[in-house]
């Protein structure tokens, strides 16, 4: 007789035989262990979290199945009602419930923690929970949910976590023993359908790797693989062109390399080789039946400027029935919107598109109309995505082939190189498992470009898992509600974060040892037969010292001066900014003091509107013009920022350069420095072993001494922050938190039950709005705005906030924005650093749609795209439900409820 009867039985319902790696994995589950799966991207790792959900229904348990985003949760539970049954399945997201009671649930991770937390009736016969895409405890924003969940299910569940490929799972699995008991960790590495790494140069498709190699010429590529020597030449050949560039005159007037190539970037001045455009892409890949593909942009414009060239170019990559059965499915899911919504979201070129095979796929669509493209994708309809990132995120649209048409991105704050882990994500849907029998991964060649940098990148397996874990004032007033103080300190201190910094500290412990073991023998060699050489080498490093500290104290003061010169500045006063990226002319639209180091809104005579900071203001600053501004300066509007750049040209133009350009002066050094720094000359001078002949030879080993003795200082700093690093915060945060009274010493009180229900990175500001009545007396419309401040952050933090609505939503705002600030110095004191600033550039868009204005209207004042605009809309309602949870028992609740019923219309209902 079997021993794992019920894997037997359901390995029987595929057609084709599972993996090793998938048949390990679904015996540990039956055998009762909890399981970590790390596997490439495709590799079929769902396989084994969909056994738990068919044992949990064999032997009559729940099973939660947890993704970290909506679309993957609505994806699974598609996938999951086909299989079982819509009755045996339910969905739990953010905005949606549908039968929550199922034996088999698919939520977001952040709907579990909620329940864990709520003590929920629902987790009762729970006996498996899926964490799929469990990697995502890495993210900085929701990681932290995760290990939550993990630490906090009961000891009777059993935790499937399925990750892509890391290089430290066997340390994550061990964490996971750890915390939740025997956990069996199962990595595989090798992909399912082997993958050929290429790079198109010209109309050139070259390998990336030598075909001497014998497991990249497989597909299978190993670290350290040799790059293919043509790559290697043809880099030279570019570098050598664009040396001599300067010395060439253009041969065409054309914009590609290639005279006429439709869609070739220009190159410029005869380089030996030509970058090919989309359409030359797109042309070759039909050409060596590689499609369908993915291109990835990284650019949500550029995906939609992808799609308006194929437009353009007449492109159509389907055949006659293809194109029916693709306007057939569009008209189906999207034409019964209303006909005014459809034309502000671009709907007719969107169906023109799908009609000829071609989309594009990211974050500022709506949901309705990526899901319509992933469902045409899978069906075969759509053959090219022009997509974003985000696509990579587990939704399941594998391609043949994959293009990366750069190997950098925008990361929220700078364009940086993506990572080895990342671009092992994003070609790793290259390869359809029974439909390919290999897939391709295409890199554009680039000027510049490196091969051996490529082939590193592709070839890497060093990208660990690291955890973003922290105690929020939510998570602490939950954990000290349901443990109490000191187990929820115990539960913190099993946090991965926790496990991998202890780790550390042993490697460190190490360093630290080798360190104290070495200044030994610096001090010995620095001996001198004359005196202590120490204490006199001790006496050379106070004069650096107080040099040092006496020039700090110069720039201190000079801040200072320059902080109270930008506290006499008023809007319309032209400035010249003496430093930064902004250096030069430029007129205050807002001064931005503050306490915590005022930050001035400006707009530049180069038409840049910006937050500066203090370090901008090395020196102090003062009027040189002064200019009339308009009632209301939106920083954001591109005209508004011409005319008053240009007003602000005038203003300066007679000025001389000394003033326009002015440079920091050196302030003159303290007296009383100047004199103790005398003194101790005199010292070493008068020092026994100033007169010894191999004084320099002893320096230098006592300058040895002192840089190790402060490396091996640092090291043991290191030591002291990271041990018990979590639960030290988390102190710190209950000490606030008792400080504003939400906690006495063991127990919650009856303000921080309010705080209890506010999941959002502003907890606290909104708790202490709600307690102290500043939304009080507020329509629904009203405080649809004010929440917004509280939901919104700007994907450019750098840019002003814009106009509000004024009165009672102004009045609310400002009084938000004090209040935050008056708890960030109440952070600074428990050294915490937490709450961001309110952003209110989401408050005309909420006021205006919960005051029922149409969808045109709404867009085309708000430079957000449908799906950011159906997004914040979403998160929104979602906050504002938070809120009348908390509001009980005030009028602020029914406002509150209100206000979710009038934002919940249209493309926000329905998208």
């Given at each position: ?18 993996d090793?790696?998938?048949v390990?994995g ?8 909890g399981v970590l ?10 396989v ?18 947890t993704?970290p985003i909506?679309a993957?949760?609505n994806?699974k ?7 079982h049954?819509?009755?045996?399945v ?15 649930v ?9 329940m ?9 016969g729970?006996g ?23 630490i906090?299910?009961?000891?009777s ?5 399925l990750s892509a490929?890391?290089s430290?799972?066997?340390e994550?699995g061990?964490?996971l023993?750890?915390?939740r008991?025997s ?9 399912p ?17 030598a075909s001497s190699?014998v ?6 590529v190993?670290?350290?693989?040799p ?5 290697v ?15 060439r ?22 380089r ?12 070759q ?5 590689l499609?369908p593909a993915?291109d990835?942009i990284f ?6 400027a992808?799609v308006?060239?194929c437009?353009?170019?007449n ?11 693709a ?8 034409g ?9 979201l671009g709907y007719?070129d969107?169906?023109d598109?799908?009609s000829?095979g ?9 949901p309705?109309f990526?899901e319509?493209?992933e469902?045409l994708?899978l069906?075969?309809?759509?053959k090219?995505?022009f ?6 995120l ?9 293009v990366?048409?750069?190997l950098?991105?925008?990361n929220g ?19 359809r498992?029974?439909?390919?029998i290999?897939?391709?991964?295409v890199?554009?060649?680039?000027p510049?470009m490196?091969?051996?940098d ?11 898992l ?8 939510n ?18 201190e099993?946090?991965?974060a ?5 780790r ?14 070495a200044?030994e023998?610096?001090a ?9 050489y120490?204490?006199?080498a001790g006496?050379?490093?106070q004069?650096?010292e107080?040099e040092?500290q006496?020039?700090k104290v ?10 109270a ?18 250096a030069g ?6 001064p931005g003091?503050s306490?915590q ?14 937050r ?19 009632k ?11 005319d ?11 000025l001389?350069?000394?003033?326009t350009r002015?440079r920091p ?7 009383g ?6 003194e101790?000359?005199?010292q ?6 100033h ?5 320099e ?8 001494h ?11 700093e290191?030591?002291?922050r ?10 710190r945060?209950?000490e606030v ?13 009856e303000?921080g039950?309010?705080l209890m229900?506010?999941?959002s990175d502003?907890?606290l500001?909104?708790?202490e709005s709600l307690?102290?009545?500043l939304w009080d ?6 405080l ?5 401040s509280?939901v ?5 933090p ?11 939503i ?22 915490l650093?937490?709450l961001?600033r ?5 408050a005309?868009t909420?006021y205006?749609?919960?005051g029922?204005?149409?969808l045109?209207?709404?867009?085309t ?8 605009f159906?997004?914040q ?9 938070q809120i009348a ?8 609740r029914?406002t509150?409820?209100?206000?979710v019923?009038?934002l ?8």
């Open positions: 007789m079997s021993s794992h009867p019920v894997f037997d039985q359901f390995s029987g319902t595929f057609p084709f035989p599972l090793e790696f998938q390990e679904c015996k540990a589950v039956e055998d009762g262990d799966v790390a596997a490439p991207t495709g590799a079929g790792k769902t084994v979290g969909e056994f738990a959900v068919h044992l949990a229904l064999e032997t009559g348990r729940k099973c939660f199945y993704t909506k993957l949760s994806q539970y598609n996938d999951l009602v086909a299989r049954g819509a009755d045996q339910g969905l739990l997201t953010g905005d949606t419930s549908i039968n929550g009671e199922a034996p088999v698919v939520m977001t991770t952040e709907v579990l923690r909620n864990l937390y709520a003590r929920s009736r629902t987790l009762v729970l498996f929970v899926v964490m799929d895409e469990v990697h995502y405890l890495a993210d900085r924003a929701r990681g932290a949910v995760w290990e939550e969940v993990i906090h299910l009961p000891e569940v059993s935790v499937v976590s490929t890391v430290n799972a066997e994550f061990e964490w023993e750890t915390v008991g956990t069996r960790t199962i990595v595989a590495e090798r992909r359908v082997p993958l050929f790494q290429h790079v198109m140069a010209g109309r050139q498709l070259h390998d990336l790797f190699d497991d990249a010429a497989a597909g299978f190993r670290e350290g693989a790059v293919n020597e043509e790559l030449k043809l880099a030279r050949d570019d570098w050598a062109s664009t040396r001599l560039k300067g010395h005159t253009p041969k065409s007037g054309g914009k590609g390399g290639r005279p006429g190539g439709p869609g070739s970037r220009p190159v410029g001045n005869g030996r080789i030509w970058i090919p455009g989309r359409l030359d892409v797109l042309e890949l039909q050409r060596k039946n499609l993915i990835f650019s949500r414009a550029g995906c939609d992808a308006q060239q437009l353009d170019a492109v159509r990559l389907t055949t006659a029935a293809e194109r029916d059965e306007i057939a499915y569009v008209k189906g899911t999207l019964t919107m209303p006909p005014d919504d459809l034309e502000v007719d969107f169906l598109a799908a000829r071609v989309a594009s796929h990211h974050a500022g669509m709506l309705a990526k319509c493209v469902e994708y069906r075969g309809l759509v090219i995505v997509a974003t990132e985000t696509l990579a587990g939704i399941n649209m594998p391609a043949r082939t994959v990366l048409e750069k950098s991105k925008w704050e700078t364009h940086a190189d993506i990572t080895p882990g990342e671009y092992t994500q994003l070609t790793g849907r290259a390869g498992r029974g439909l390919d290999e897939g391709h991964a890199v554009l060649w680039q510049g490196n091969p051996r490529l082939a590193g990148l592709a070839s890497t397996r060093t990208y660990p690291r955890s973003s874990f922290r105690p929020s004032y998570m602490a007033v939950n954990l000290v509600h349901a443990f109490g103080r000191h187990r929820a300190r115990e539960l913190l099993m946090s991965f926790q496990f991998q910094a202890d550390a500290v042993v490697g460190l412990a190490r360093q630290l040892r080798k360190a104290e073991d200044l023998g610096y010995e060699s620095a001996h001198c037969h004359l005196g202590d120490m204490e006199y006496l050379r490093q004069i650096s107080l040092k006496s020039s110069r720039r201190h003061d000079r801040r200072n001066e320059a902080a010169s930008l506290e006499q500045l008023v809007p319309g006063d032209v400035i010249v900014v003496p430093a930064g990226k902004f002319p430029a007129v205050i639209v807002e003091l306490e180091g005022h930050r001035p809104l400006v707009i530049t005579a180069e038409r840049q509107g910006r500066l900071a203090m370090i901008d203001f090395p020196v102090p600053v003062e009027p040189v013009a002064k200019i009339r501004l308009p209301r300066v939106d920083t954001r509007n591109p005209q508004q920022r011409k008053i750049a240009q007003a602000v040209r005038a203003a300066v133009r007679a001389p350069a000394s003033v002015p002066e050196r302030g003159p050094v303290d007296e420095v100047a004199r103790q720094i005398a101790i000359r005199e070493i001078r008068s020092h026994p072993c007169a010894c002949d191999d004084r030879d002893h320096a230098r080993w006592a300058e040895r002192a840089k190790l003795g402060k490396d091996a200082q640092m090291l043991s290191r030591i002291e990271r041990t018990n690093t979590v639960a030290r915060t988390f102190d945060v209950c938190l008792t400080a504003l009274g939400y906690l006495e010493e063991d127990a919650v009180t303000r039950r309010a229900r506010i999941y502003l907890d500001v909104a708790a307690r102290l009545g007396g507020l329509t629904p419309q009203q649809g705005a004010v929440l917004s509280l919104y952050e700007a994907r450019r750098e840019d002003g906030p814009g106009n509000v609505p004024g009165g009672a102004s009045e609310a705002i400002d009084a938000m924005t004090r209040l935050w600030s008056d708890l960030e110095q109440l952070e600074r004191t428990h050294r650093d937490f961001r309110p952003d209110p550039g989401f005309w909420a205006r749609w919960a029922g204005q149409d045109d209207e709404v867009i004042r708000n430079d957000q795209t449908a799906g950011d159906v997004r809309m979403k998160q929104l309602i979602d906050f504002a439900g949870n908390a509001a009980a028992g005030t009028p602020v029914d509150a409820r209100d206000l019923k009038l919940r219309r249209g493309i926000v209902a329905g998208g």
